[in-house]
């Protein structure tokens, strides 16, 4: 079987490795991102962060908001690196965003904003649930647990 060719335009730009410790995942969602000139540059160099970053449903369109893009220094015309930025996404799954938020009490999560295969800037949003402590808990000694059972498998080989 012939071996897929490696995407070579991928590129993850900013993940929210936190969100996964945070919130439990639900679904996940790739979106598109309304962006300027100077975004664009400044997301190519790496200098971006999402990790405090929520997504939100107002006026029936999709909102990616508090997050950060660094100012692009050669830019005639720069662009505020904490602006909310529009997110694309067809009508029917801005309302299920929506009905999930609205009705069902979840939140909107940003995990990667990458550069697709066809250098496009996307985010990936999920819509999650909060965790309480004690699920954390939880979630640290599973992680814990695979880890030490990944070393004892490694040592009795």
Do not use: C
């Not at 300027?36 to 908001?65: C, F, M, P």
Request: glycine content about 6%; charged content about 35%.
């Amino acid at each position: 079987m012939a071996k897929k060719p490696e995407n070579k335009n991928y590129k993850v730009i900013a993940e929210n490795r936190r969100a996964r410790y945070d919130f439990a995942i639900e679904d996940d969602l790739e979106v598109g991102i309304i962006l300027h000139g100077s975004e664009v540059k400044s997301l190519r160099t790496g200098q971006s962060n999402i990790a405090d970053s929520y997504a939100s449903v107002d006026d029936g369109e999709l909102w990616l908001t508090n997050a950060y893009i660094a100012p692009y220094e050669q830019a005639m015309f720069g662009h505020e690196a904490r602006r909310k930025r529009k997110l694309l996404v067809n009508r029917r799954e801005l309302a299920r965003l929506w009905n999930a938020t609205k009705r069902e009490g979840m939140t909107l999560v940003p995990l990667v904003m990458y550069f697709n295969d066809r250098g496009l800037v996307k985010l990936k949003i999920a819509t999650a649930k909060g965790k309480k402590n004690h699920d954390k808990r939880a979630t640290d000694a599973k992680r814990d647990w695979a880890r030490q059972k990944q070393r004892l498998l490694r040592h009795d080989t």
